[in-house]
């Protein structure tokens, strides 16, 4: 190992102090293994691991600390610890397919799909809720069934999937039963077993995605017929705008019972609240029924009224762009995509020569506060108050949300207020100093944000 002088060691300490991500880590171990300090770069490659958001980074990591080692290939120790570093399930997927294409070891993946199930399993015992498992699940048997499929060999994760049952006979939170039938059916191709994970999952909740799932994989429209008519008979169904309207296109797509499914729109438009609500409904008129005219008038209640937006709000690329939406309830994509329609009207041409309008957006997009630290795209009040550094600063919640959108005016962000309740009509106009204590006032943790930052088309 060659001794680095201390101005050398000195700077690169600087750098180290600066590093934010794997990527700024990963390049100062690269300059220190340039300068020949081997033992350093191993330790600073090692930190970078820390920071990997992807397997695909982390094996840089591990490859650069084998090759600086001397030592050939992943290790199976580096295989499972790299679970340990990166905790979504996609990751899960990366993982395995490298390990199939690169040594195709059978058994190391099966340990690597345990070992995430470790995980889970000790994330919801600590949680003790359903949170974003269930979502988890399904993902984590897409995975599972991707890699049988890759190893041609249907019964590999019978094991696991009996250890997820197994789990679910004697814990809270479970897998969904519904998830576990789709994959017993289609890579097991065991309809009897599938048919007994339905049952379980029925007695839990009769809902249109699980009866889409046995249609799907089962084939039993007779039966499904009859959880259809649970469905529609249950007095939640009757009060909620998205199960009557999902059940009614399932039925129509399924079923093709066509005026069952407009029975079922017609109450559904009963309960509608909000503008989306009216322009999905408006959708499956025209896709499903070819009722036109209806859907017309439904449209119209979807539609926000824009008021005093004029004006050029500008572009990242010259300091600008920066637009929070304040949202009464759920953000409407549609209402901000009038806004970008009516603001950003200047036109350029994209690779193929085609017309286009001249804006684009950062995803995710970004805006740092001192109030409330760094903020990225969506937030709901209660999400303000608990996941970001308001939740240091004395006062009420809604005096630091008061706050916090004084910050983000001051600092040129454009507010623009999204409200669905107007008493004229669903609107979309700019908030203004004077009024965002009034907003905050009359619709209080009801209300969201969401941030967006535009530019010129070739700037993102």
């Not at 296109?249 to 503008?275: G, H």
């Not at 025209?286 to 209640?301: G, Q, R, W």
């Not at 506060?369 to 009420?396: C, H, P, R, V, W």
Request: proline share 1%; glycine share 4%; charged share 30%.
């Amino acid at each position: 190992m060659n001794r680095l002088s201390e101005e050398k060691i000195n700077n690169f300490k600087k750098e180290l102090s600066n590093a934010e991500d794997f990527y700024d880590f990963s390049s100062i171990a690269e300059e220190i293994l340039e300068a020949g300090d081997r033992d350093w770069a191993i330790e600073i490659h090692t930190l970078a691991a820390k920071h990997a958001k992807s397997w695909s980074d982390l094996k840089k990591s591990y490859t650069a600390v084998n090759v600086i080692s001397d030592l050939k290939g992943i290790s199976e120790e580096q295989y499972l610890n790299a679970l340990d570093h990166l905790s979504k399930v996609y990751c899960l997927g990366s993982l395995a397919e490298d390990i199939q294409e690169t040594i195709n070891d059978k058994e190391l993946i099966e340990k690597v799909f345990h070992k995430y199930l470790d995980q889970v399993f000790l994330k919801m015992k600590n949680e003790k809720k359903l949170h974003g498992y269930t979502w988890c699940s399904g993902n984590y048997l897409d995975a599972l069934k991707d890699m049988s499929e890759k190893l041609e060999d249907k019964d590999w994760s019978k094991d696991i999937i009996n250890r997820i049952l197994s789990h679910n006979e004697n814990k809270e939170p479970r897998f969904g039963y519904d998830d576990i039938a789709e994959y017993v059916s289609s890579v097991f191709n065991d309809k009897n077993w599938a048919k007994e994970l339905y049952d379980k999952a029925l007695a839990d909740d009769i809902n249109v995605y699980t009866v889409e799932s046995i249609i799907e994989n089962l084939g039993d429209k007779v039966w499904a017929k009859k959880l259809y008519e649970k469905i529609e008979s249950d007095k939640h169904t009757s009060s909620s705008f998205l199960v009557t309207h999902s059940l009614a296109d399932s039925i129509i797509n399924n079923l093709n019972d066509k005026s069952w499914a407009k029975k079922l729109y017609q109450k559904a438009e009963e309960v509608a609240e909000t503008p989306e609500d009216y322009r999905r409904l408006a959708n499956s008129l025209t896709t499903n029924l070819e009722e036109h005219k209806k859907a017309a008038e439904l449209n119209k209640k979807g539609t926000f009224v824009l008021n005093n937006l004029d004006g050029t709000w500008g572009f990242r690329r010259e300091g600008f762009g920066r637009v929070v939406y304040v949202s009464v309830g759920e953000v409407d994509t549609h209402a901000m995509q009038l806004v970008v329609d009516h603001i950003y009207t200047d036109t350029t041409e994209n690779e193929d020569g085609e017309e286009i309008q001249d804006w684009a957006e950062y995803d995710p997009s970004q805006i740092d506060t001192n109030i409330a630290g760094e903020l990225i795209d969506g937030y709901s009040f209660d999400e303000l108050m608990q996941d970001t550094k308001l939740k240091e600063i004395e006062g009420s919640a809604f005096e630091k949300f008061e706050n916090l959108l004084r910050e983000l005016d001051e600092s040129g962000c454009d507010l623009v207020l999204i409200n669905p309740m107007d008493l004229n009509g669903p609107a979309v106009s700019k908030l203004n100093k004077k009024s965002i204590k009034k907003v905050i006032d009359k619709y209080k943790n009801s209300l969201q944000i969401y941030i967006r930052e535009y530019d010129h088309v070739g700037d993102y």
